[in-house]
């Protein structure tokens, strides 16, 4: 059974810094794509980053670029997002997700990020 | 990057179809046979429902369908039953390895 955990949320003050886990287990961690994926409160699903199997290509949102760093340690089995420069409009729950590709099979449960003073 | 577009709300009685939309471009949706559907219940993660346009993951019922005509893609619901009541979100590759997502849509069983 696939399972993912996300872990490192919390409050953070703006202009902060944060760094989210995903631990993954019950399939082969490296051969698959992961994906970061937040939603506001009482909002909709936004697609924040993702990077290649290896680790060796990744790519963001227009609105994360820049600030946000996507990597992982396929040795770990784990996923990251690093987050810096954080603002109001970054609080979120946080999920990761195991890319099929092109659509996003399993799902971790989430972990709240909230950006405020 | 601009979201998809769904409907705010859809809703029907059990038993009856209910049938969401979500409006791309030519970019998105129109592009690409990658549109995917999410289901996703209060407090909880999503769960992908729908993969590659029409193509059901193992374990989801047979009356969820999905299909695409030109920039919108639409998903099916029928034969509604009360644990379908569930925010619906559809998403689609937009090129360059980027994804978006549509606003959502509430799905109200009478």
């Known amino acids: 059974e696939v399972q993912l955990w996300e872990s490192g949320g919390g409050l953070v003050q703006p202009g902060g810094s944060l760094r989210l886990s995903c631990t993954a287990s019950?399939?082969?961690?490296?051969?698959?794509?992961m994906t970061w994926v937040r939603q506001a409160p009482g909002k909709g699903l936004y697609w924040v980053s993702v990077?290649?199997?290896?680790?060796?290509?990744?790519y963001y949102a227009d609105s994360v670029m820049g600030r946000f760093t996507i990597s992982r340690d396929n040795s770990k089995n784990t996923l990251y997002l690093q987050m810096n420069s954080l603002r109001a409009e970054d609080t979120a729950v946080y999920y990761c997700?195991?890319?099929?590709?092109?659509?996003?099979?399993?799902w971790g449960q989430g972990v709240l990020v909230t950006v405020s003073s | 990057q601009s979201a998809l577009t769904q409907p705010r709300s859809v809703s029907g009685s059990p038993g009856q179809s209910v049938t969401i939309s979500c409006t791309g471009t030519?970019?998105?949706?129109?592009?690409?046979?990658?549109v995917s559907w999410y289901q996703q219940h209060p407090g909880k993660a999503p769960k992908l429902m729908i993969y590659?346009?029409?193509k059901r993951p193992s374990g989801v019922p047979d009356r969820f369908s999905g299909s695409k005509s030109g920039n919108t893609a639409s998903l099916t619901i029928s034969g509604l039953q009360a644990e379908d009541e569930a925010d619906y979100y559809c998403?689609?590759?937009?090129?360059?390895?980027?994804?978006?997502f549509g606003g959502g849509t509430k799905v109200t069983v009478l």
């Open positions: 997700a195991k890319d099929r590709p092109y659509s996003f099979d399993s």
């Open positions: 019950g399939f082969t961690f490296s051969t698959y794509a």
């Open positions: 990077i290649t199997d290896s680790g060796g290509s990744t």
């Open positions: 030519s970019s998105d949706v129109g592009g690409y046979n990658y």
């Open positions: 590659d346009v029409t």
């Open positions: 998403c689609s590759y937009a090129g360059r390895y980027t994804w978006v």
